[in-house]
Nanobody, 125 residues
Framework: QVQLVESGGGLVQPGGSLTLSCFAS????????VGWFRQAPGKEREGVAC????????RYADDVKGRFTFSRDVAKNTVYLQMNNLEPEDSALYYC??????????????????WGQGTQVTVSS
């Protein structure tokens, strides 16, 4: 069974930092497009930072550019989301997901077919 496990969420003050991790236990992440998404209460799930394994491009949501960084460690089969200068508006349940589709829209949630369970990020003083 394909499984993604996120970790690293928590409570942080505005301006603080967190690093989220997503480990794939049963498949090689090198062969999939991987993305970080988030969903706040009452809002739709949105793409935050996504990686295209085909051309190695990355896409970030406009409101996280310059603050969030997607990275991956191939040896550990893990991807990360480094989040700096966090704002209360960043509070949400954060998910990693993969797309196994040959054609997909980068960072569009509907095109990702395997999801982790999510990790909560709360930014509050």
């Amino acid at each position: 069974q394909v499984q993604l496990v996120e970790s690293g969420g928590g409570l942080v003050q505005p301006g603080g930092s967190l690093t989220l991790s997503c480990f794939a236990s049963t498949f090689d992440l090198r062969y999939y497009a991987v993305g970080w998404f988030r969903q706040a209460p009452g809002k739709e799930r949105e793409g935050v930072a996504c990686f295209n394994n085909g051309d190695f491009s990355k896409r970030y949501a406009d409101d996280v550019k310059g603050r969030f960084t997607f990275s991956r460690d191939v040896a550990k089969n893990t991807v990360y989301l480094q989040m700096n200068n966090l704002e209360p508006e960043d509070s949400a349940l954060y998910y990693c997901a993969i797309s196994s589709k040959l054609q997909f829209r980068l960072c569009v949630p509907e095109d990702y077919d395997t999801w982790g369970q999510g990790t909560q990020v709360t930014v509050s003083s």
